[in-house]
Nanobody, 127 residues
Framework: QVQLLESGGGLVQAGGSLRLSCAAS????????MGWFRQAPGKEREFVAA????????YYTDSVKGRFTISRDNAKNTVYLQMNSLKPEDTALYYC????????????????????WGQGTQVTVSS
């Protein structure tokens, strides 16, 4: 079992930066692929970024490429999402998720692929 707790959300002006953190606990945490998803009111949950268990592979949705960076520090049991050049369209509730058996890009992008989810942290970007 893995428990996830997101933090770092808040209000930021367009063009600004924010770093989200996902603190994880569990007996197999370092073996889990980790993903960030976001959901705006009235919208479906969408994939943002993901990282493999050892941090060697990262994946991003097109809308955040070049602006967001996912990373992990397994010694601290923490996954990060560094968000730069934020846009109002990035406003959403951001969720951290963990899973085993993630083998390719498509699987990483699908919410049903993930076994565990955090409670979400709100990111609001003002223009």
């Amino acid at each position: 079992q893995v428990q996830l707790l997101e933090s770092g959300g808040g209000l930021v002006q367009a063009g600004g930066s924010l770093r989200l953190s996902c603190a994880a606990s569990g007996r197999t945490y370092s073996n889990y692929g980790m993903g960030w998803f976001r959901q705006a009111p009235g919208k479906e949950r969408e994939f943002v970024a993901a990282i493999s268990g050892n941090g060697a592979s990262t994946y991003y949705t097109d809308s955040v490429k070049g602006r967001f960076t996912i990373s992990r520090d397994n010694a601290k049991n923490t996954v990060y999402l560094q968000m730069n050049s934020l846009k109002p369209e990035d406003t959403a509730l951001y969720y951290c998720a963990a899973a085993t058996g993630l083998r390719d890009y498509y699987i990483y992008t699908q919410p049903p692929s993930y076994n565990y989810w955090g409670q979400g942290t709100q990111v609001t970007v003002s223009s």
